[in-house]
C-alpha cells in the first residue's frame, strides 16, 4: 500500500480525481433551480466568462504540470509540462530571446537562443518555464487549504450555530483567540513549527483561515435553526444529524462557495509575502513568490533582471484578478446582497 | 464610558489567556530545548555543561509545568524574557523597536485611511458614470498586485531612479519624517485599492437609505449629503473594518520596515524568523494579540462615539 | 392664476435589466393652494414614484424623467438645473414619507437635522433656526421639545418621529406638502392624530397638499379630490365626493368596492383579483384589462382613451368611450361577486 | 474657498518635495572627517573574548587592540609587529613533571606589555579617567576564554596545550564567577613586573604569537564586565583601542570616535615596492587614527549597501553577482562608469579554502577502503571548479589543489592534484566509479542507482544556484544527487551531528600559518569541532603534531607534502576554489589596501571629505518630473470629472431637443413595453 502512494498512479490519479469531481459537481449544480438562476447570470456577464475561462487556463496549465511519469534513467517524475519544456539548461540569466547570457562576467552564447520567450533564470532555467510550474503550487495553496479549512469551518460553525451553549461558547472561544493572533504571526508560529513545505503552508494557512468562514457558518446556521422548516423536521422526530446534513447545510452552501472562492486570491497572494518572510515553499518547489522574492537582489544587478519579476508578478496578478472579478461576479450573481469582507 | 472601557478590558482576559495558551502550546511542544540550544550557543563545540548553561539561562531547564506557569504569568505582566539566538533581553528591543514600527504603521494606517476614505467618497460621488466605472475597475486591480511586488517595485522606481528619499537607515526625531516618506507611500499606495472599493460599497449601502432621501427633500445639496449625512454614517462599518486592518498593517510594517531598513519590530521579527528565535517570536506573537485586542477595544470606542444607538452603560 | 401644482403628462421609467420599466407613464393632475388631492391605488401602481418625480428624487441612474411638464406655480420644475432644484426642494415644496423609522439619520440629533433644514435655504440664522426648531415641535405635538432637540431617532417612537418628519417638512412654511404615506407605518391611533395635524397645519399655512396614499378610509376625510392610479396611469380623476359616491373606472369601482361601508354591512368585502402586473410587462392596451370583469375582446387590443366621462370626471376606460363601436352597456356586467381569496398586495401593504 | 485650501495642498506639497533629500546621516555628519563602513547584520557580540565573525572583528578590532598587530603594507609574508606589546615575547623551554609522574617537554613565554596603557574613559573607572593597562589585564583576557559561560570560540586553542587550563576551566563549574580570583597555571602574572606576564605550555606551540594579534588577548578591565555584564558584550563596550563607541543603534548604525586615551600608534612609513606610488604612504608617520569618526551602517540587505554605493553614501563596496556587470567589463578591469565616478578596484588573494566535505563516517560515501576511495575519487574527478569560480566569484579565484591557500606558507602554485583534472568526458572518472562498484552510476549488485544526499542550506536564489550546480556535475556521473535543503541553523545542526552524506563549506584564515588549515582534517578536531567530515588518518594526526611544532622551513614544507598526499589520496575533501576578494571604493577614500587577516585596517583609512560632499549632491537630484507628469496626468484626467460635476450642477431633467408631444406620448404606450 505504501507503494501506491508512490507510485505514479497514486500522483496522476489524485489531479484527474480532483479535476473530474470539479466537473461533475460543477454539471450537476446546474440542475438546483438557485444554481441554475446563477449560471443564467453568469452566463450573460462576459467579463466574468473571461475571467473564468483565464482560471480554466491556469487550471489546466496546473493539470499538466500534475500528470506525470517517473523516468526510468534518472529516477525522477516529470510531468507533462516538463516535457513540452525539455530544454538544456542554460548556464545563467538571459533576457527574453535574447542570444546571450547576461549574468555572467563574460556572456556566453546561448544552446537554444531566441527559444526562451520569457528569458531564463539564474540557473538557465526557462523564465515562461518556471512561471508556468509556479501555477500548480497557486492552485494547491489554494485548493489544498480551502479543503482544509472548509470542512472544519463548516463543522464547528453548524454545531455551534445549532446546538449552542457549551459548544458554542467552546467554538466561539477558541476561534476569538485564534483570530486575536494577527494571522500573519499565527502562519510565521505555525511554519516556523510545523517546518517548511506545500502541505505545512496549507495546514498552516488552513488553521488560520477557518475562523472566518467559521464565524460565518454559525451565523447563518443560528438563522435557520429557527426558521419553521427546522423546527418542523425537529417535530416529526428527524435525527440531529440529518437536520444539519439534509436541511442546514444546503443552505448555507452558496455562501460558503462563494466566499471559498473569494478567499482563493488571498490564499494565492499570501503564498508570495511568505516566500518573502522566508517561511514559504522550499526554494526547489517552483513558486512565484519565489521568483519574487529573488527579484530583490535581481532588480539591483545591472543589467537589471526584470523579467522575472514581471513574469511571476503578471502571472500571479492576472490569476488574482480573475479570481476576484469571477468571485464578484458569483456573489452578484448568487445573492446580490451578499458581500466581501 | 469608563465603565464601558473596563469591561471591555475585562473580556479581553480570558482572550490573552487563550493567547498565551496557544503560544505555549505551539512552541514549547514543538522543539526540543537541546537542538535549540545548540543552535544558538555561539561555540563550534558547545560541551553539555555549556548546553545546561544555556538551557538554564533560558529557563527551558524546569519541568514543563513550570515553564508553562513561568510563560503565562510572565507573558501577563510584559516579561518576556531573553532573546533565545543573542541572549538580549527581548523587551529592550521591543522598546527600541515600538518607536519606528508605530510611527510607520499610525501613519500608514491613518494617511491610508484618509486617502481611502476621500477616494471612496469620490467614487461614491461619481456613482454610475464611468468615474465609477473606472475607479472600481482600478480598485480591482490595484488589489490583484501582491504587497511584495509594490515594495519592490515603488522601492526601486521612488527610491533608486527617482531618488525622492533614502533607501534605508532611520533617523528619530524630526528628522525620521524623510525615513518614513517612502514607506508611508508605498504602505498606502498598496492598501489603497482594496480598501476603497470596501468603503465604496459602505458608502453605496448607506446613500440608498431612506434618511438620504429626507435630507435631499430637505435641499441639502449632493457633496454635503455625501460628506455629512452618509459618510458619517458609513464611518460605523468603516470602523469596524479597521480592526480587520490591523493585521495587513503588521505584515506592512514586517516588509517595508525590512526593505527601508527601519529599525523596527518587523525587522526584527524577521531576524528571529530567521534565527528560529522562538522566544522572540513567542513574544511577537503575543504582542501582536495584544495589539490587536488593543485595537479593538479602541474601535468598540470609536464605534460608540460615532453610533449614537451604542450604549455606553 | 395658474395652480399651485399642475402636473401635465409626467413619464418616468427605469431602467432595469429586464427592459424599460414604465413606472409612471403620462400623469397629469393639479394641486390648488389650500387644497388636498389625493392619489390612490395599490401598492406598484407608480404613485410614491410620482411623488418622488414632482421633486426629482427618484433612485439614479436607474429612474430618470422621460417626460412631461410639472408646473409650479407657473414654472416647470423639469427646466430648472439641478442646484435650482434643489433650492425648491424642503422650501416651496415639502415632503414627508412613509417610513418615519427610518427617514431620519440615526447619527444625528433631531435638533440637528431641523435646524438643517432651515439654515439649508438661508431663510433663518442658527439662534433663530434652533429658536423655531422648539417651536415646531411643540406644534408638532411633542411633550419636551426641549429635551427632544438633544435625542437621537433612536430614542424616539414611530408617532413621535413621524412628528418630527414633520416639523422638518414645515420647517421652511412650504406652499406644497407631499405626503407619501404618511401614516401607513403608525398605529391606528396615531394616524388620526398625524393626519389631524396635517389639516390643522394646511389650513394654517393654506398649503396644498398632495396626499399619496393606498388607505381610501382617509381620502375622504382629507381630501378634496381624487387621482386613482392603476399601473402607472391615473384611470379616474375627480371630485372626493363624486367618486367615493360612484366610482365609474371598473378598478375604482373594485377599489372602492373592497371598503368597508356602513351602507354595506353584512355583504361579502368585494376584493379585486389578482395583482398589479410588474412594471415591465404591462399589458399592451389597457393595462387593467386581464383583472378587468367587464373586459371584452377590444379591451386586449386598443388601448383606451383617456378622456371625461360625464360631468367632466376623465376616466380611461373603453366603457365610457363614445367612439369603441362594440363597447355594452355601463355597468352591465357586475362586480365580481363570487367570493375570491383577499388580495395577498392590498393586505400586505396595510 | 476650495481653491484656497487647493493651493495650500499644493503650497504643502511643493515644500516637501523641496525639503526632500535621500541624504540617510544625521543632518551634516556627511560633510565631517567621517568614514561610512557597511555592517550586513547587527553584532551578536562585541565581546573580545567571543567575537568571531568578520564583520564583528570590523568593529571589535578598532576597539579592542592586541599585543601584535599585522603591518598595514607589508605581505608576502605578513609581518607580526608589536602593538601593546612592549617588546618580542621571549620563548623559552619548560620541562615539567605532570601529576602523571611523566616528564613534559613544553615551552615558555614571557610577554612585557607598554607601560603608560591606559582604559577609554568610563564611569566605571574611578572619577571616570581610564586605568592604566597592566599584565593582569591580559590574564583576565586568558581566564575569561577558559570561562565555559562566556562561550568563547578560541577556548579549544588553549585547553590542550596550555598548562591546567582544563582543571582551572571545569572549576568556573562549581565556584562561579568568584574562581576569576584563583590564579590561571598557565597564565601567571610576574610577581616584581606589574608589565610582564607569562604563559606556560605543555608542548611547543609557535602559533601563540599569532593568537595574541587576535582581539581574544586584548587586556579587558574586569571592572566593566563586572559592573554592564550581559551589555558589556554590545552595548557597553571599554577597551583601549583607536576607537571607542559612541553610539548603537541596533539595526542601524555603530558609531565609533576617537579614543583620546589611545596609545601613540603611527601610519607606517614603509611599506612594499610599489605602495608609495599607490599613494599609500602619503600619511607615512601621521598619528592614528586617521578618521575621527566611523560609522557603520547596519545593512541586512545586499542590495541596499550598493545602493547605498552607488549614491555616495557608503566609502566603499563589495562586489558581487549583483553587481558584477556593471562594474568589471573585461579582464577584470573597472567599466568606464565606474571610473568616471572615481571608484577605484581593488583585488586581493584570500587566505581562505572552499570545499566539498564527504562525512567520512557515512556508509556509501565514507570510510578508507579502496572502494569508497575511488567513489569519492570519482566524485572530485566530475567536479569542474571553473564553473563554481564563475559562478559564484565572478569568474576570478583560483582552482584549489589541496588544502592550503596561497599567501599561506606550505602553498605551491605548481602543485596538481591528480584527482582535481576536471575533464569534460569524465573518462577517467567514470572508470574510478566502475571501479567503486557502480559503473555507470549503478549499484553492481543490485543495480539500483546510487542515491547521494547533498546537504545545504540554500534558502536563497543564489543558493538554488548553487544546489543546481552540484546536482548537474555529479550526475553526469549516472549518479542521483537529492538536494536536502534546511535552514542555515538546521544545516549546521546536522554537520555538527555528522548527518550528512556531504556538504559545501568553506574556511577563512584566522593566522597565516598552514596550521590553520591542515587542522581542518586532524582526527581529534572532529565534529562538532571545525574537522567536520571527521576525517581520521593517525599517519595524518602523527605529522600534524609534527608539522605544528615546526618553524617554516624546508623541513616543515617536507612534512606540509607528506601530509597533503595522503589527504590527496583519501579525498575527505572535494577541493574547488580559493576565493580573491574584489572591492570598490570611491577615491576619496584614501589608503586602502586590503588586509587578508587583519581587521582592523580602518583606522589606516582617511577621506576627502569635500570630494565627497560634492559627488553626494550632484549624484542624488531628485528628478521631480514624472512626478510633475503624474499630477499632469491628474488634472487631465480630471477634467471629465469636473464636467461630470458642472453637468451635474446645471442638469435639466427635460431634455432640451425633446418636444412635447403630449398625444405622441399618450399613444406611444402600446406594444412596447409589452412582454
Given at each position: 500500500m505504501g507503494r501506491f502512494f508512490q507510485s505514479d498512479l497514486f500522483y496522476n490519479l489524485v489531479p484527474l480525481l480532483v479535476t473530474a469531481a470539479l466537473i461533475f459537481v460543477v454539471v450537476r449544480a446546474r440542475r438546483q433551480p438557485l444554481w441554475a438562476e446563477a449560471y443564467r447570470r453568469i452566463g450573460r456577464n462576459k467579463i466574468a466568462l473571461t475571467a473564468l475561462g483565464v482560471i480554466c487556463l491556469y487550471g489546466f496549465v496546473a493539470l499538466l504540470d500534475s500528470i506525470g511519469s517517473t523516468d526510468?534513467?534518472?529516477?525522477t517524475r516529470r510531468t507533462l509540462l516538463d516535457r513540452v519544456f525539455e530544454k538544456e539548461k542554460e548556464k545563467t540569466y538571459s533576457a527574453p530571446g535574447a542570444r546571450m547570457t547576461t549574468g555572467e562576467p563574460i556572456p556566453s552564447p546561448l544552446?537554444?537562443?531566441?527559444?526562451h520567450l520569457l528569458g531564463t533564470d539564474g540557473v538557465g532555467d526557462d523564465v515562461l518555464y518556471r512561471t508556468l510550474k509556479g501555477c500548480r503550487t497557486a492552485f494547491i495553496i489554494g485548493g489544498l487549504t480551502s479543503l482544509i479549512a472548509t470542512p472544519l469551518a463548516l463543522c464547528l460553525g453548524l454545531l455551534a450555530g445549532y446546538f449552542g451553549r457549551r459548544t458554542d461558547d467552546a467554538v466561539q472561544y477558541t476561534y476569538t483567540v485564534l483570530s486575536s493572533v494577527p494571522s500573519i504571526l499565527l502562519l510565521i508560529a505555525l511554519i516556523l513549527v510545523l517546518g517548511r513545505g506545500l502541505l505545512q503552508i496549507c495546514l498552516a494557512l488552513g488553521i488560520t483561515r477557518w475562523v472566518g468562514l467559521c464565524r460565518l457558518t454559525r451565523g447563518e446556521t443560528l438563522k435557520h435553526r429557527d426558521r419553521d422548516y427546522v423546527r418542523a423536521a425537529r417535530a416529526l422526530g428527524v435525527s440531529n444529524a440529518r437536520i444539519l446534513a439534509r436541511h442546514i447545510l444546503p443552505n448555507l452552501l452558496p455562501v460558503v462557495i462563494i466566499s471559498v472562492t473569494l478567499g482563493f486570491s488571498g490564499l494565492i497572494l499570501s503564498e508570495a509575502i511568505l516566500s518573502y518572510l522566508g517561511?514559504?515553499?522550499?526554494?526547489?518547489i517552483g513558486s512565484w513568490g519565489n521568483m519574487i522574492d529573488a527579484a530583490r537582489d535581481e532588480l539591483a544587478r545591472d543589467p537589471v533582471i526584470w523579467w522575472n519579476l514581471t513574469s511571476a508578478a503578471t502571472a500571479l496578478f492576472v490569476l488574482v484578478l480573475a479570481f476576484n472579478i469571477f468571485g464578484d461576479a458569483l456573489r452578484d450573481a448568487v445573492d446580490p446582497r451578499l458581500r466581501s469582507s | 464610558m469608563l465603565r464601558y472601557v473596563l469591561r471591555r478590558i475585562l473580556y479581553a482576559v480570558p482572550i490573552l489567556v487563550g493567547v498565551a495558551l496557544l503560544t505555549f502550546v505551539l512552541f514549547y511542544a514543538s522543539a526540543s530545548p537541546q537542538s535549540l540550544a545548540r543552535r544558538n550557543l555561539s561555540t563550534r563545540n558547545p560541551t553539555q555543561e555549556q548546553i545546561q548553561q544555556w538551557l538554564k539561562d533560558h529557563g527551558y531547564d524546569k519541568p514543563l509545568s513550570v515553564q508553562f506557569k513561568n510563560h503565562v504569568t510572565g507573558l501577563l505582566v510584559f516579561r518576556?524574557?531573553?532573546?533565545?539566538?543573542?541572549?538580549?533581553?527581548?523587551w529592550n528591543r521591543i522598546k527600541q523597536g515600538a518607536g519606528p514600527s508605530g510611527l510607520v504603521a499610525s501613519l500608514v494606517f491613518l494617511t491610508g485611511l484618509t486617502a481611502a476614505i476621500s477616494f471612496a467618497v469620490a467614487v461614491a460621488y461619481f456613482r454610475g458614470t464611468y468615474v465609477d466605472y473606472f475607479g472600481t475597475f482600478l480598485c480591482v486591480l490595484l488589489m490583484s498586485i501582491v504587497f511584495i511586488v509594490y515594495v519592490i517595485g515603488l522601492q526601486y522606481l521612488l527610491?533608486?531612479?527617482?531618488?525622492?528619499?533614502?533607501?534605508a537607515g532611520f533617523q528619530t526625531g524630526i528628522a525620521a519624517w524623510k525615513f518614513v516618506l517612502l514607506p508611508v507611500v508605498i504602505g498606502v499606495l498598496a492598501g489603497l485599492g482594496s480598501e476603497t472599493r470596501l468603503f465604496r460599497t459602505f458608502l453605496l449601502d448607506e446613500i440608498n437609505q431612506d434618511y438620504v432621501r429626507t435630507a435631499r427633500a430637505k435641499g441639502v445639496g449632493e457633496r454635503a449629503v455625501l460628506l455629512r449625512h452618509v459618510l458619517k454614517n458609513a464611518l460605523i462599518p468603516i470602523i469596524t473594518s479597521t480592526v480587520a486592518a490591523i493585521p495587513a498593517l503588521i505584515l506592512g510594517s514586517l516588509v517595508l520596515e525590512n526593505f527601508f531598513g527601519i529599525p523596527g519590530l518587523g525587522s526584527y521579527l524577521i531576524d528571529a524568523i530567521n534565527s528560529q528565535d522562538f522566544a522572540v517570536v513567542r513574544a511577537m506573537v503575543y504582542l501582536g494579540s495584544i495589539l490587536y485586542i488593543v485595537g479593538l477595544i479602541l474601535t468598540d470606542i470609536a464605534y460608540a462615539l460615532v453610533d449614537p444607538r451604542v450604549r455606553l452603560e | 392664476m395658474p395652480p399651485l401644482l399642475q402636473v401635465e403628462n409626467l413619464r418616468t421609467y427605469f431602467h432595469t435589466p429586464r427592459g424599460i420599466a414604465k413606472?409612471?407613464?403620462?400623469v397629469s393632475f393639479q394641486v390648488e393652494q389650500g387644497k388636498t388631492l389625493a392619489i390612490v391605488g395599490e401598492?406598484?401602481?407608480g404613485k410614491s414614484i410620482t411623488a418622488l418625480s414632482l421633486l426629482q428624487l427618484v433612485p439614479e441612474p436607474a429612474g430618470y424623467i422621460e417626460g412631461g411638464r410639472i408646473l409650479f406655480e407657473g414654472r416647470d420644475?423639469?427646466?430648472?438645473?439641478w442646484d435650482q432644484m434643489r433650492r425648491v426642494r424642503g422650501d416651496d415644496i415639502a415632503m414627508i414619507f412613509q417610513e418615519p423609522m427610518t427617514s431620519?439619520?440615526?447619527?444625528?440629533?433631531i435638533g440637528y437635522q431641523l435646524v438643517e433644514a432651515m439654515t439649508m435655504h438661508g431663510k433663518f440664522t442658527g439662534a433663530q433656526a434652533r429658536q423655531r426648531a422648539k417651536d415646531l415641535l411643540a406644534r408638532v405635538g411633542l411633550q419636551d421639545p426641549a429635551q427632544a432637540l438633544r435625542q437621537?431617532?433612536?430614542?424616539?417612537s414611530g408617532g413621535m418621529r413621524q412628528r418630527v418628519m414633520i416639523a422638518i417638512a414645515l420647517s421652511n412654511e412650504p406652499k406644497l406638502l407631499i405626503a407619501?404615506?404618511?401614516?401607513?407605518?403608525?398605529d391606528v391611533t396615531v394616524q388620526a392624530q398625524i393626519l389631524a395635524l396635517i389639516r390643522d397645519l394646511q389650513r394654517e399655512q393654506n398649503m396644498g397638499v398632495l396626499l399619496i396614499t393606498h388607505d381610501l378610509g382617509i381620502v375622504a376625510e382629507t381630501s378634496e379630490e381624487v387621482a386613482v392610479m392603476y399601473a402607472g396611469q391615473i384611470v379616474e380623476y375627480g371630485p372626493t365626493s363624486a367618486i367615493f359616491h360612484e366610482p365609474r373606472h371598473p378598478y375604482a369601482r373594485g377599489l372602492f368596492a373592497s371598503l368597508p361601508a356602513r351602507g354595506r354591512r353584512g355583504q361579502d368585502l368585494a376584493t379585486l383579483e389578482g395583482i398589479v402586473p410588474p412594471p415591465t410587462a404591462?399589458?399592451?392596451?389597457?393595462?387593467f384589462e386581464p383583472r378587468?370583469?367587464?373586459?371584452?375582446?377590444t379591451c386586449a387590443q386598443v388601448p383606451p382613451k383617456y378622456h371625461p366621462a360625464d360631468s367632466d370626471r376623465p376616466v380611461r376606460c373603453h366603457l365610457y368611450d363614445?367612439?369603441?363601436?362594440?363597447?355594452?352597456?355601463?355597468?352591465?356586467?357586475?362586480?365580481?361577486k363570487e367570493p375570491v381569496a383577499p388580495d395577498p398586495t392590498v393586505e400586505a401593504a396595510r | 474657498m476650495r481653491n484656497v485650501s487647493f493651493i495650500a495642498t499644493l503650497a504643502v506639497f511643493a515644500l516637501t518635495l523641496a525639503g526632500c533629500?535621500?541624504?540617510?546621516?544625521?543632518?551634516?555628519?556627511?560633510?565631517?572627517?567621517v568614514l561610512y563602513r557597511t555592517l550586513?547584520?547587527?553584532?551578536?557580540?562585541?565581546d573580545p573574548s567571543v567575537t568571531y565573525t568578520v564583520d564583528e572583528a570590523q568593529v571589535t578590532d578598532l576597539i579592542y587592540p592586541s599585543y601584535f598587530q599585522y603591518h598595514y603594507l607589508k605581505r608576502d609574508p605578513f609581518v607580526l609587529q608589536l602593538n601593546l606589546g612592549a617588546k618580542e615575547p621571549v620563548r623559552e623551554p619548560y620541562v615539567f613533571t605532570d601529576k602523571h609522574g611523566k616528564t613534559v617537554k613544553g615551552e615558555r613565554y614571557t610577554f612585557t606589555i607598554k607601560q603608560g596603557l591606559r582604559f577609554q574613559d568610563?564611569?566605571?573607572?574611578p572619577g571616570g579617567k581610564g586605568r592604566a593597562i597592566t599584565a593582569n589585564d591580559f590574564i583576565y583576557s586568558f581566564k575569561r576564554i577558559a570561562?565555559?559561560?562566556?562561550?568563547?570560540?578560541?577556548a579549544s586553542f588553549f585547553e590542550d596545550k596550555v598548562v591546567g587550563w582544563k582543571e582551572y576551566a571545569a572549576e568556573f563549574e562549581k565556584?562561579?564567577?568568584?574562581?576569576?580570583?584563583?590564579?590561571l597555571p598557565g597564565v601567571q602574572a610576574d610577581p616584581r613586573d606589574p608589565y610582564t606576564f607569562r604563559v606556560l605550555l605543555n608542548q611547543p606551540y609557535p602559533q601563540l604569537r599569532f593568537l595574541m594579534a587576535m582581539h581574544f588577548t586584548t587586556p579587558i578591565p574586569r571592572e566593566a564586565v563586572e559592573k554592564y555584564g550581559?551589555?558589556?558584550?554590545?552595548?557597553h563596550p571599554v577597551g583601549s583601542g583607536p576607537y571607542l563607541m559612541s553610539e548603537y543603534r541596533p539595526k542601524q548604525r555603530i558609531v565609533l570616535i576617537a579614543n583620546p586615551n589611545r596609545h601613540p600608534e603611527f601610519y607606517p612609513t614603509e611599506g612594499q615596492p610599489g605602495d608609495r606610488e599607490a599613494g599609500?604612504?602619503?600619511?607615512?608617520?601621521?598619528?592614528?587614527?586617521?578618521?575621527?569618526k566611523v560609522v557603520f551602517n547596519i545593512n541586512k540587505e545586499a542590495v541596499t549597501s550598493w545602493n547605498l554605493f552607488q549614491q555616495g553614501y557608503l566609502d566603499a563596496a563589495g562586489v558581487g553577482n549583483t553587481n558584477y556587470q556593471q562594474v568589471i567589463a573585461k579582464a577584470g578591469m573597472l567599466t568606464e562608469e565606474m571610473k568616471r565616478k572615481g571608484v577605484q578596484l581593488k583585488r586581493d588573494v584570500q587566505a581562505n579554502i572552499y570545499y566539498i566535505a564527504f562525512n567520512?563516517?557515512?556508509?556509501?560515501?565514507?570510510?578508507?577502503t579502496p572502494e569508497k576511495r575511488k567513489l569519492r575519487q570519482a566524485i572530485s574527478l566530475a567536479i569542474d571548479s571553473q564553473a563554481f569560480i564563475d559562478l559564484f566569484s565572478q569568474g576570478i579565484g583560483r582552482q584549489a589543489e589541496s588544502i592550503i591557500p596561497p599567501g599561506?606558507?606550505?602553498?605551491?602554485?605548481?602543485y596538481k592534484n591528480p584527482y582535481r583534472r576536471?575533464?569534460?568526458?569524465l573518462t577517467r572518472a567514470k572508470q574510478l566509479l566502475a571501479e567503486a562498484g557502480y559503473p555507470n552510476g549503478a549499484?553492481?549488485?543490485?543495480?539500483q542507482r546510487l542515491i547521494l544526499n547533498f546537504d545545504n542550506s540554500a534558502t536563497t536564489p543564489a543558493g538554488r544556484q548553487l544546489v543546481g550546480l552540484v546536482t548537474k556535475q555529479i550526475e553526469r556521473l549516472g549518479v542521483k544527487v537529492e538536494s536536502r535543503s534546511t535552514r542555515s541553523n538546521v544545516f549546521q545542526d546536522k554537520v555538527n551531528k555528522g548527518q550528512f552524506q556531504f556538504i559545501r563549506y568553506g574556511w577563512f584564515a584566522d593566522?597565516?600559518?598552514p596550521e590553520n588549515f591542515v587542522f581542518l582534517l586532524?582526527?581529534?578536531?572532529k565534529r562538532p569541532g571545525p574537522n567536520a567530515s571527521g576525517y581520521d588518518n593517525p599517519e595524518y594526526n602523527k605529522l600534524f603534531v609534527k608539522m605544528r611544532a615546526l618553524e617554516d622551513g624546508p623541513e616543515r614544507l617536507a612534512v606540509l607534502r607528506q601530509m597533503r598526499a595522503i589527504a590527496v589520496e583519501d579525498v575527505p575533501w572535494v577541493y574547488i576554489n580559493h576565493d580573491e576578494d574584489l572591492s570598490l571604493h570611491y577615491?576619496?577614500?584614501?589608503n586602502v589596501k586590503s588586509h587578508p587577516?587583519?581587521?582592523?585596517?580602518?583606522?589606516y583609512r582617511a577621506v576627502d571629505v569635500e570630494k565627497r560632499a560634492q559627488m553626494q549632491r550632484a549624484w542624488n537630484r531628485p528628478n521631480y518630473l514624472p512626478l510633475i507628469a503624474i499630477a499632469g496626468l491628474l488634472v487631465v484626467g480630471a477634467i471629465p470629472a469636473v464636467s461630470v460635476v458642472r453637468q451635474r450642477q446645471?442638469?435639466?431633467?427635460?431634455?432640451?431637443?425633446?418636444?412635447?408631444?403630449a398625444a405622441a406620448a399618450d399613444s406611444n404606450n402600446n406594444g412596447k413595453a409589452s412582454h
Open positions: 526510468p534513467k534518472t529516477q544552446k537554444a537562443p531566441g527559444t517561511v514559504g515553499v522550499g526554494a526547489e | 518576556f524574557g531573553k532573546s533565545d539566538a543573542t541572549g538580549e533581553p527581548i527610491g533608486k531612479i527617482l531618488k525622492y528619499g533614502p533607501i | 413606472a409612471v407613464d403620462g401598492s406598484g401602481c420644475l423639469l427646466d430648472l438645473t431620519l439619520n440615526p447619527t444625528f440629533t437621537y431617532p433612536h430614542e424616539l407619501d404615506e404618511p401614516t401607513t407605518a403608525l404591462w399589458p399592451p392596451a389597457c393595462r378587468c370583469a367587464y373586459r371584452w375582446d363614445p367612439e369603441i363601436a362594440d363597447r355594452p352597456a355601463r355597468g352591465a356586467a357586475p362586480i365580481a | 533629500n535621500n541624504n540617510p546621516y544625521p543632518a551634516g555628519e556627511s560633510t565631517s572627517n550586513s547584520d547587527d553584532p551578536k557580540s562585541l568610563d564611569p566605571v573607572f570561562d565555559p559561560g562566556v562561550h568563547s570560540p578560541v565556584k562561579g564567577k568568584a574562581h576569576y580570583d584563583a590564579s550581559e551589555q558589556f558584550a554590545l552595548q599609500l604612504l602619503r600619511d607615512a608617520g601621521k598619528q592614528l587614527p586617521l578618521a575621527q567520512m563516517k557515512d556508509p556509501v560515501v565514507g570510510g578508507y599561506v606558507f606550505g602553498y605551491e602554485p605548481e576536471y575533464d569534460p568526458d549499484d553492481k549488485k543490485t543495480g593566522y597565516p600559518d586532524y582526527g581529534p578536531n577615491d576619496w577614500l584614501l587577516i587583519a581587521n582592523d585596517t580602518t583606522k446645471n442638469r435639466r431633467v427635460r431634455r432640451a431637443d425633446a418636444p412635447e408631444a
